[in-house]
């Protein structure tokens, strides 16, 4: 394996992957412009998190229904060519948000409407993205590649929300969805100079999708090492993560405004991006492996601490670990899947990763998003943080069983 920056210029140095990171970078950075705008539009028509929950639901809930048959779909098709089709649908997508905004259209109805498009297109683009990343880059510089892609996203989720800040307070939602619509067609642009040299690797279908898709829970299921990480996934995404998604509601305890939502979202995605760099120097998997199994100690301690406090201050140094922890959950889960399943179940595996990562938080979101209403938004998140550190502890408890397991 490449070590620290070396493997980071090692990865970027391959044409093809470079040109992906690129692209990836701007459509990541719209994505969150436009997230952070549909979030603050729904809170300012309803006021309810109840309805924050449920648009967080339409958007991220297909990843449970269409991700596992589209990961089938990825272990028997050209990832490249789906790729690139499912990407120029999501910018069809963000066009029409922003007619429809620019025309005055939108209402909380439509939005959950166009969430739910939106939610089902990326739940298909999702593991043939993913699952395209081998072919990309050579297989040692696979780790330094995963972490690059989260350093991307984490970057977004820094700059997108600074971004949608600006523009809320300038009061045009109309420009945030026109700024995702020019970023996805950079991405568009992108994806079609990259030229695979070699074949990808794909396996002749073997039966239906179905059959497909239980094939490969199967194997998730009945290896200790991965169905570890799978269930600690699962918890932390159900538990902590849907915080990303009520973030309005979150920054409503310390004050009404745009800005300051804008900002406790950027501090995330800050801790996410130092996070994403530290992780990009790492290169022993099995050290990544520890990081994915004990990760839940820390995030459930962090939000514990976001949960309770009254102090902003300390709001936000405990939202700064909670975006550092999410990013070691994610990226060391993803890159210990690249490394431990074979290639004719990347895509299978990957799906039931996205599927989780993205699913999870809609199912959370939903159901602490309701019960805030009638709770208050402190008395859920607290539950999530003590379930998942408590899960956590004992998941770590047998850390050497399921990274030998792992082969690590």
């Known amino acids: 394996m490449q070590k620290g920056w070396h493997g980071v210029r090692a990865a970027l140095s391959e044409a093809n992957y470079r040109n992906f990171t690129i692209g990836n970078v701007f459509s990541l950075v719209g994505t969150w412009v436009q997230r952070v705008a549909l979030g603050w539009l729904v809170w300012e028509l309803t006021g309810s998190g109840a309805w924050l929950g449920a648009v967080a639901f339409a958007d991220l809930f297909p990843m449970v229904v269409v991700t596992p048959l589209a990961g089938a779909m990825a272990d028997r098709s050209e990832r490249l060519r789906v790729t690139r089709i499912s990407q120029a649908l999501l910018m069809l997508h963000a066009g029409l948000l922003t007619i429809l905004s620019a025309l005055g259209l939108l209402n909380p109805g439509l939005v959950l409407v166009l969430a739910l498009v939106g939610g089902v297109i990326t739940a298909f683009n999702q593991p043939f993205r993913m699952a395209l990343l081998p072919s990309l880059v050579e297989r040692p510089n696979l780790i330094s590649a995963v972490a690059i892609n989260s350093v991307a996203f984490?970057?977004?989720?820094?700059?997108?929300?600074?971004?949608?800040?600006?523009?809320?307070?300038?009061?045009?939602?109309?420009?945030?969805?026109?700024?995702?619509?020019?970023?996805?067609?950079?991405f568009s642009w992108t994806l079609a100079r990259i030229r695979l040299v070699s074949a990808e690797a794909t396996r002749p279908a073997n039966g239906g999708l179905i059959t497909s898709v239980v094939e490969g829970w199967r194997y998730a299921a009945g290896h200790v090492g991965l169905g570890a990480m799978f269930l600690t996934l699962t918890v932390v995404s159900l538990c902590i993560r849907p915080i990303l998604e009520l973030m309005p509601s979150y920054a409503a305890l310390f004050g009404p405004d745009a800005s300051k939502f804008a900002f406790m979202t950027s501090v995330i995605g800050l801790g996410a991006l130092v996070g994403a760099l530290w992780l990009s120097r790492q290169a022993d998997p099995a050290a990544l492996a520890k990081m994915a199994l004990s990760n839940g100690l820390l995030m459930g301690a962090a939000l514990f601490v976001a949960s309770v406090v009254r102090q902003e201050l300390l709001g936000l140094v405990a939202l700064f670990v909670v975006g550092f922890g999410m990013v070691l959950s994610g990226i060391a889960s993803q890159t210990v899947i690249q490394l431990a399943v074979p290639d004719h179940l990347r895509g299978r595996m990957l799906a039931l990763h996205s599927m989780i990562f993205r699913g999870a938080p809609a199912l959370g979101a939903l159901v602490i998003g309701a019960l805030s209403d009638l709770t208050g938004l402190r008395g859920p998140l607290v539950a999530g943080a003590a379930v998942t550190f408590a899960f956590s502890g004992i998941v770590y408890s047998r850390r050497k069983l399921i990274l030998k397991s792992l082969g690590l």
């Not at 600074?162 to 950079?186: D, E, H, P, R, Y």
């Open 154 to 186: 984490n970057v977004a989720r820094f700059v997108g929300p600074a971004i949608a800040g600006l523009v809320i307070a300038k009061g045009s939602l109309t420009l945030a969805f026109a700024i995702n619509l020019g970023t996805f067609a950079v």
